[in-house]
């Protein structure tokens, strides 16, 4: 996932605001108020504490109202330069802080720091939208796009100007005054709602437990995951016994290869009703969130927040976001119908009686795939060690762009557990740092994602500023006796999120807005998942995929299997995709103007879809971050899908023309990787592949057509 920092002239702001009651010199001592002078411009970590936070904001703030006051009371005549790009350029110390904000509040969370958050986002919410909503402001950005068509723009700047339009207009910039107010008062509510979600997700999370006491009931379960397992309890004063969360680290292989049916069953409901009750209870708050997206639907002139959120990207509508969803349900719950049945003889053979339940669908498909491709995935993980899968994204990159990693060892981290390296290219010349964080922790949210510390533009003398770029992810951990070996899914999640790294990385868009993975939301997923293919292609697999103890590589007949089981289970991971996609259009395309039962909402929308009920949808609302954590992919989580559209169709090229086809990579990182959001995605993808996508190209790699 790409995990979006808007800057302070966006739609939404995501930073924080200051406290009056903090005693901080802000002038003088403050590492956020001065320049970094670490390698590369890192963050000085070491130097930050919870204190910095607040009074750097503040300074930001005012740094901000002074550039915005200066663009507008600008005697000139509105340009480009003086008015679009003057405003793309401002608020460089709000995002300085927020990046390092918001990556330790998702990665390196804390009591403190959640407190910190609760005080300053609603202040800092209304600090974005008095931008958006200054009338002066808005009429000089009007000037300029009602004149573009008579200037001799690049189409960087043609976007640029209208991308700004658009934002102003979308956050209430021709609304008037009460409206303004209204709007206001409902980005504040969503802001803090937003908040309540996710403290009340990640403390539902931490507390969870799946307390084992007798071993026999972790028959089946791979050794790493049992080791593991006896690791978290110990460090919960449990020793002696297993302890199970629901990171998905724990929580998968359990579903996957426990024998114990009830612990299964345990782990899969704790898991499904997650955040439903008690404090962390998250159904009342998105009944909070659906009602005032409602109210801000409206105020804009939208039928719905659906059609709000996708009137500006590649889709245009929430009809046509359906349209494609829908051509890809009925083959996936089709094949669905297959695999259980498949399921269901197993269940037999091991003399059993009983119909395939939702907590069984993990276990029974690996039993099938065992039987039908005899791929045991705990042999397949000896492979795949996780210093061997960096080195295998490594190598992807370097054959596929020409860059080179070379770790920085002393460089500044903000958790023991990160690792950074300097990127290069063919010439030696630096072109960003890249950062990794594989491993789980309390303080750390669910999930895998990417994003960035500081961003990629060409400054006023033309020189390229270089970003630096971070993944995160929540991978299996090393225990005593092993490293971290990661599971199939696992290392297509590295693959997944170095991709969208890459995007980030190898960026040459001239203006801050537009570079890296600022991109129309449908388009942002395509880097990430064409990547993906690379991780199970033999030519690269051979290098990277050696056995932690031996160091020998993956067998081709091990190879093999796992090229026969590609599209093994793709019913059921279509369908949980699919159904998750469906489920968030669903909620956004709906108007709310009072409180509804959530759980019978999702078992209505399942029941029109026709689900099958041995699958649920891959997240229920109560933990659906994408679309009630944030506005980040709310009525967008059909992008993966609308992406993978893409991906299939681009890599099927790659396909055509050799996996590491010189040309063909050149024509992707041109067109694609560096140029960002500098012309329209469309066009940008059949400069690359030379004809638009063919949705069948998603249907054949996931093995439905």
Known sequence: MKRKLLTMAAAVCTVAAFNTSCTVDSTTDNPFLAEYTTPFEIPPFEQISNEHYLPALKAGIDEQNKEIDAIVNNSEEPTFENTILALDNSG?????????????????????????????????????????????????????????????????????????????????????????????KLNTELANLYLQFNKNLLN??????????????????????????????????????????????SRLPLLQYAQNRQLRQQMYEGYINLATEGE?????????????????????????????????????????????????????IKKVKEEVTEMQDVVKEYGFDFEIAPWDYYYYAEKVRQKKYALDEDEVRQYFAVDNVVKGIFTMAERLYGITFRELPDAPKYHPEVNVYEVLDSAGQHVSVFMTDYFPRESKRQGAWMSEFKGSYTDE??????????????????????????????????????????????????????????????????????????????????????????????????????????????????????????????WNTTNFDSDVDVAQFEANVAKELNMPAEVQFRYRSTYFKHIFGSDGYAAGYYTYLWAEVLDADGFELFKEKGVFDPETARSFKENILEMGGSEDPMKLYVKFRGQEPNPDALLRNRGLK
Do not use: C
């Open 92 to 184: 460089q110390t709000l995002n300085k802080v927020a990046y390092v904000f918001y990556a330790l509040t998702e990665s390196l969370s804390s009591p403190e720091l959640q407190q910190v958050d609760e005080e300053f986002t609603p202040l800092l919410t209304k600090h974005s939208d008095e931008i958006s909503m200054n009338d002066k402001l808005f009429e000089r950005i009007k000037k300029v796009y009602d004149n573009r068509a008579n200037n001799n723009y690049t189409t960087a700047q043609l976007l640029l100007i209208e991308d700004k339009y658009k934002s102003f207009t979308r956050n209430g910039a021709l609304l008037d005054a009460d409206k303004k107010e209204e709007l206001k």
């Open 204 to 249: 539902a999370t931490n507390a969870f437990e799946l307390v084992v006491e007798d071993s026999i009931k972790l028959g089946g379960l791979p050794a790493s995951s049992i080791a593991v397992a006896a690791e978290e309890a110990k460090n919960r004063g449990k020793e002696g016994k297993w302890v199970f969360t629901l990171h998905a680290p």
């Open 280 to 332: 962390n209870d998250n159904r009342p708050v998105i009944n909070k969130i659906m009602q005032a997206r409602t109210k801000k639907a409206a105020l804009l002139g939208f039928d719905n927040y659906a059609a709000y959120m996708t009137d500006k990207v590649m889709a245009k509508t929430p009809e046509a976001a359906k349209d494609l969803l829908m051509k890809i349900w009925e083959p996936a």
């Open 461 to 586: 003398n033309g020189n390229s500023v270089r970003p630096i770029i971070y993944n995160v992810g929540n991978f299996t951990k090393p225990t005593a006796e092993t490293p971290s070996l990661l599971t199939l899914d696992e290392v297509e999640t590295t693959f997944h999120e170095f991709g969208h790294g890459l995007h980030g990385m190898l960026t040459r868009a001239q203006y801050r807005s537009q570079a890296g993975t600022n991109v129309d939301r449908d388009f942002v997923e395509l880097p990430s998942q064409i990547h993906e293919h690379w991780a199970l292609e033999p030519e690269l697999l051979k290098t990277y995929a050696l056995h932690y103890k031996t160091g020998e590589p993956m067998p081709d007949e091990l190879v093999k299997k796992l090229q026969d089981a590609s599209t093994h289970n793709q019913g059921f991971a279509t369908t949980e995709l699919a159904g998750a996609a469906l489920l968030d259009l669903f």
